[in-house]
């Protein structure tokens, strides 16, 4: 398991600044290349004090890269972050018992149980209350007197979270934090990030799983390809989210229905039939505001109107796929 750590960094160097007071992290326009590729690709958000903070995209989007550099374990080519009012460049033993570190590829090796290896990184994160370590395992069902290699991938994410959170740091980074956890072990982890928050401490995940970011984050950024494509409260993108519409309509024909609904803004995959009891049926997807669209259709003589939850997963994923997808702020990749 490796903590919050400095490996690949030269060391401390670079003048401590304060931007934002009320900012956990802000990170300015970080550019990263591995070579000629580029991994970030000019980042830049902002984590507010006390917030849950998601950041999901696809495989290779440049979600452990912002961690690490946050981090201080890669330096980035350009830009600057500050991280608990300090550049991150400054990444010392101080700041790091501040911060609580899941890194994403776990590696528990040797014969060394649990709660040795844990009693280890209380040396470098700093006090742990008195019961805490016990408390976290219990809640997790983690035998802590096993050989960490004998652990099973799960059980090693589990040790993982236990020593990112034991001693209850201000700013926990978690990569991919419940991968390889069952769903009750998921639901468990947050629950204890909601408890984290509660206590007003600052939470910065990745995942892959869009319904986890939903329950857990306060506010979401969707990386790809090195740039934020956009950033948005779980609210704002549930409601920019599609909706699948279905409706039943009298005394209309199909094309003059599709002469009404075609130009409404958010309307697409539009298709208008007769049925075979004479009643004209329009389907189609709904994109953002539905005001528009029910007062569109408040004077037609509906028999039926079916409008599906917004598909928040649909939503992001597109957003991860189509070329300058606009985001709910209208930002475009
Ligand atoms: N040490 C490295 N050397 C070279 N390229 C790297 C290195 N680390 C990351 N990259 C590249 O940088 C890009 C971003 O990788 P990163 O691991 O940050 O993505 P990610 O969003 O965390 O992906 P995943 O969801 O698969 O974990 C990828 O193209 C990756 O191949």
Do not use: W
């Amino acid at each position: 398991m490796s903590h919050v750590g400095t490996a690949e960094a030269p060391q401390g160097r670079g003048v401590a600044s304060v931007a934002d007071p009320d900012a956990a992290i802000e990170a300015v326009d970080l550019v990263k290349k591995f070579g000629t590729s580029l991994a970030l690709a000019g980042v830049s958000f902002s984590v507010p004090r006390g917030s849950v903070f998601g950041v999901i995209g696809p495989n290779g989007a440049g979600k452990t890269t912002t961690m690490r550099a946050l981090l201080d374990i890669i330096r980035v080519t350009s830009g600057r972050a500050t991280v608990l009012g300090t550049d991150s460049r400054n990444a010392g033993p101080e700041l790091r018992r501040r911060i609580g570190y899941l890194p994403g590829e776990l590696i528990l090796e040797g014969r060394t149980s649990g709660r040795r290896l844990l009693k280890h990184y209380v040396d470098i994160s700093g006090p742990v209350p008195r019961g805490k370590i016990d408390e976290l395992a219990e809640r997790f069902g983690l035998d802590l007197d096993r050989p960490v290699r004998k652990l099973s991938k799960g059980n090693k994410q589990k040790l993982g979270i236990v020593q990112a959170f034991m001693h209850q740091p201000e700013l926990l980074v978690l990569d991919e934090p419940t991968s390889g956890l069952d769903p009750l072990m998921q639901q468990e982890f947050l629950g204890l990030v909601s408890e984290a928050r509660e206590a007003g401490q600052t939470v910065f995940l990745s995942s892959h799983v869009i319904s986890e970011i939903q329950q857990a984050a306060d506010v979401v950024a969707i990386l790809r390809g090195g740039k934020i494509v956009t950033i948005a409260s779980v609210e704002e993108l549930r409601q920019s989210a599609i909706r699948h519409l279905r409706m039943m309509v009298t005394g209309v024909s199909p094309a003059e229905l599709r002469a009404l609904l075609a130009p409404l803004d958010g309307v697409g995959n539009l298709e208008c039939t007769r049925n075979s009891a004479g009643t004209t049926e329009a389907t189609a997807t709904l994109g953002g505001e539905i005001r528009p669209f029910i007062q569109a259709i408040s004077t037609l003589a509906l028999t039926d109107l079916v409008l599906e939850e917004p598909d928040l997963e649909e939503s992001v994923l597109r957003l991860y796929t189509v070329p300058n997808a606009a985001g709910p702020n209208g930002d475009v990749s």
